[in-house]
């Protein structure tokens, strides 16, 4: 008998899916999206089950209105892993399969290539180019982009072409738009492009062997020093599964890194390699997506999202800094991409790699106690040397914008041997805080617990947590004094400070706000290899990954603040933050040199990182985890919650407590802390608070809060809050 009725998975945040009537007109499989009336709006979901009764009488249900695909948009074991997301992050079915879609799926557009507006010089144009442009200056810029061939559209408006001259352009007959869809040619037998290729020590051989001699499912953690050559790895292991014909997924944490990863890979193989992150418009994120789909694309290099990608025939998966925290998605589905990955790598039964120079220690207790193989780079390639890490005691020493004196002199010794010197501080803007000087009062968000930045570069302040922004205050607001000064370093400001101590160098910087607009960030990074610029200023973006020849000093600038913070993740994220900073210096034949400058020289994780390197710091670090039971020797659930009335908020984590509490299976071993305010107590207005559960097993924390999820629900004041689970959080605040 045909099933009537379609359950569908709605974009809506119930943990229930929906009964629709099936017109007799239309076939759905399961996997499909349709479209189908919900109150006075028309939704797109998945069907995820087809039957013949529901709950409901058949003259309430509401007919299907549309059938979007013929076929599943996932494999099975996507879907099946998408499933199992649902459930194991405890996020309604529907907003985790949508989340899962490009932006152009979710809308209900077509599942085939878009086509793609180009334009090109018509022979008028060409000869135009001969004549000149006189005062048409940005006419004649846009002839010259066009003069080495088509650019599309998107390309152009990202180059800050306005469509206004495009259209004087058109008008004029120089210029011709024409649609094309991306044309695709098929993968070379030889997939290895004939370049030099990096002659390979003992230590790479014996992991590209240990991987590619097993292809079925295993995660192996490959733990390489800086500068070791992981990425050679990568390619050794990627290129028999491309001889098969398989296809290859590599994740990187930022889109910073992807520039040089592509680059490294369209270099070395003949195959297509798609590219998926945040920065792509719909049209060129579905492209990409059905380029994986349909086995257009060889290799797929991506950001955390590139991992819910469809594949026709994945064959390894690569997730590289598997230690970063970016990999956690912090909003809407909260799931951990590298271990979603290596759900995913065991559903498809093919090996994935995790690779860093500082294991999370969670992924280095799995490779202890046997869970993961073990692979180590323990050397350099090629002519690299380690780096010499010194610490620089600040106490008692004028600090200009941030740099001690000693810390500028060996500045100018590098300088003025010819190399770059880096320098991080992980703060954007100017200043941090804007202070009166008369009576000590200070700008302060309206809506959060938190100080403004000042921005020099854009005259106003921000505060960095609700991106709330207003011009600069010329005037206390306690008590009218004009006499106001900037309190703390920011980028700006460092930025400014290098420019006068040596003007003869040219200094960059590479922050959020600098890098704004689509490719600033890669040219910003070709500027560096070409030694545009000699004195490089960051924040987290130009710590991982990048590899910069002639950088021989690194200087950590205010990193203090993560030797004393509450999280108990602090410490291992500094000593991270610190060999992934150091790694930078010294990755030619030049001998690199790393300056933490702090005023704390005797604490004891430095001490451990100077003296004894990444890993006896972790191994000190699981000690003390095991002693206090902390993950990953226990596993815990952050609930959050937030609403205007700080009362009531708490008052509903405290029902939540005893929600859990009173479930059968919560025991001596389980452990509710709180309910207490969040580290930023007030954010964008709202009062938030947090509480934690803490148990001793994946299983038991997943049975606890499947069944006392609905009973939350039910609370009288669930509704009145906005709450959210977290489960194995990676940031307390």
Not at 124 to 134: A, R, S, Y
Not at 290 to 297: Q, T
């Amino acid at each position: 008998m045909r099933p009537t009725i379609a359950r569908v998975a709605l974009p809506v945040p119930l943990d229930k899916q929906f009964d629709y009537l099936i017109p007799s007109h239309l076939f759905p499989v399961i996997g499909v999206r349709v479209s189908v009336p919900f109150g006075r709006q028309t939704l797109v979901g998945i069907v995820t089950e087809l039957v013949s009764e529901s709950e409901f009488s058949l003259d309430k249900l509401k007919p299907i209105k549309q059938l979007l695909d013929t076929a599943p948009v996932w494999p099975q074991s996507l879907y099946e892993l998408l499933q199992w997301c649902s459930r194991f992050y405890q996020y309604p079915l529907g907003d985790t399969l949508c989340n899962a879609l490009p932006s152009a799926l979710r809308k209900g557009k077509v599942a085939d290539f878009t086509s793609i507006v180009e334009w090109q010089l018509t022979p008028t144009g060409k000869d135009q180019l001969m004549v000149g442009f006189g005062r048409a200056v940005k006419q004649g810029q846009v002839v010259k982009l066009l003069e080495h061939g088509p650019l599309s559209h998107q390309a152009l408006l990202d180059a800050d072409v306005s469509s206004t001259t495009l259209k004087a352009l058109q008008e004029k007959g120089w210029v011709e738009s024409k649609e094309t869809k991306p044309i695709f040619k098929p993968w070379s037998r030889d997939v290895e492009a004939k370049v030099e290729k990096p002659k390979l020590n003992e230590e790479q051989a014996i992991a590209i062997a240990t991987v590619n001699s097993n292809p079925e499912f295993g995660c192996y953690l490959l733990e390489g020093v800086t500068g070791s050559g992981k990425t050679e790895v990568y390619l050794n292991m990627i290129k028999p599964v491309l001889e098969k014909g398989r296809q290859a997924l590599v994740l990187v944490p930022e889109i910073g890194l992807t520039p040089q990863t592509i680059n490294r890979f369209k270099k070395r193989f003949d195959v297509p390699v798609e590219v998926i992150h945040s920065g792509l418009n719909d049209t060129e994120r579905l492209n990409a997506w059905l380029s994986a789909r349909d086995k257009v694309a060889g290799i797929v290099i991506g950001t955390r999202s590139a991992l819910l990608t469809p594949f026709a025939d994945l064959g390894i998966i690569i997730v590289d800094e598997e230690h970063d925290a970016s990999y956690k998605q912090q909003d809407s589905l909260r799931y951990h991409a590298r271990d979603v990955a290596i759900m995913r790598a065991n559903k498809e039964q093919i090996p994935i790699v995790l690779g860093t120079a500082t294991p999370a220690l969670e992924t280095l207790h799995n490779a202890q106690t046997g869970k993961y193989h073990h692979l180590t780079l323990t050397h350099r390639a090629g002519a690299g040397t380690p780096t010499t890490n010194k610490v620089l005691d600040v106490k008692g020493l004028y600090l200009e914008s941030g740099l001690s004196a000693p810390l500028i002199a060996e500045m100018r010794r590098h300088l003025d041997a010819g190399n770059q010197v880096m320098l991080f501080l992980n703060r954007r803007g100017f200043s941090p805080a804007l202070m009166c000087h008369e009576c000590g009062w200070i700008a302060d968000c309206q809506r959060c617990d938190a100080y403004y930045t000042y921005h020099q570069n854009s005259n106003e302040i921000r505060c960095h947590h609700c991106g709330s922004q207003r011009p600069v205050i010329h005037q206390c607001q306690s008590c009218g004094s004009t006499h106001l000064v900037t309190v703390g370093v920011g980028t700006e400001q460092l930025e400014d400070q290098l420019g006068k101590l040596f003007p003869q160098y040219k200094t960059i910087r590479i922050d959020r706000d600098s890098t704004r607009r689509k490719g600033s960030l890669e040219s910003a990074l070709e500027s560096i290899r070409k030694g545009d610029y000699q004195i490089l200023i960051g924040t987290q973006m130009l710590a991982k990954g990048h590899h910069f020849p002639d950088v021989t000093l690194v200087g950590l600038l205010d990193v203090d603040g993560s030797l004393y913070s509450s999280d108990f993740r602090a410490s291992e994220r500094l000593a991270q933050l610190f060999i992934q900073v150091a790694g930078r210096a010294g990755r030619a034949s030049k001998p690199g040199e790393v300056i933490l400058q702090t005023h704390h020289p005797e604490h004891s994780l430095l001490q451990a990182l100077l003296t004894k390197g990444y890993g006896d710091f972790a191994q000190t670090a699981l000690e003390e985890r095991k002693m206090a039971m902390l993950p990953p020797f226990s596993y815990l659930t952050m609930i959050r919650a937030e609403a205007n009335d700080s009362k009531l908020v708490e008052d509903f984590l405290r029902q939540v407590r005893h929600t859990l509490e009173a479930h059968p299976l919560f025991d001596d071993y389980c452990m509710v802390l709180g309910p207490t305010p969040a580290p930023l107590a007030k954010r964008a207005g709202k009062s938030r608070w947090q509480l934690l559960l803490q148990t001793q097993s994946r299983p038991l924390m997943q049975k606890i809060l499947y069944s006392a999820k609905p009973a939350i629900h039910l609370l009288p004041s669930a509704k009145k809050v906005r709450w959210s689970m977290d489960i194995e959080p990676q940031d307390l605040s």
